[in-house]
């Protein structure tokens, strides 16, 4: 007998345990609460063709006159569309893309628009980058958008 494992019981528990602990480590583990979906991907049609030309017209009115009307910024702005708007973006969340627009954009009145409309941008944005449209619109929540990860493929 194992005077650190006494019995076979205790052997599985801290087995189950210790395969937790390097799941999460390794963040292949990560819990999913019942209202929690699976990650969607940004090729899956997560905004709609109405909720994007919302945003045109937001852009048009709040972001152009930085980023340009036809989203590839200038010295100062950075590019938004294209291989430029990749560089930057690809790898992270979508929900780290709206955080910045939320607390930083436009930058002489940052967060002044409201929650839809920042999203309503970010769905202009991605179709500007011809990412397919949905059914449905692009929600205004950060967990949300958080495991929506910017991705060429």
């Avoid at 973006?89 to 839809?116: A, F, H, I, V």
Wanted: contains cysteine.
């Amino acid at each position: 007998m194992c005077l650190l494992y006494p019995n076979m019981r205790a052997r599985k528990h801290i087995a189950v345990i210790g395969l937790c602990l390097l799941l999460a480590a390794t963040n292949r583990f990560q819990p999913v609460s019942s209202a929690q979906n699976a990650s969607a991907s940004i090729s899956d049609g997560i905004f709609n063709e109405e909720q994007a030309v919302r945003g045109a017209e937001q852009y048009r009115a709040r972001c152009a006159s930085c980023h340009s009307n036809d989203l590839r910024g200038n010295s100062n702005s950075p590019s938004l569309l294209g291989m430029s708007f990749m560089f930057v973006w690809e790898g992270r969340s979508l929900g780290e893309l709206y955080d910045k627009m939320r607390r930083e954009m436009p930058t002489d009145q940052p967060g002044s628009l409201t929650e839809q409309a920042y999203a309503d941008v970010l769905a202009f944005i991605l179709a500007s980058n011809e990412f397919p449209a949905g059914a449905a619109e692009l929600i205004a929540d950060q967990s949300a958008l958080d495991r929506i990860t910017i991705s060429s493929e």
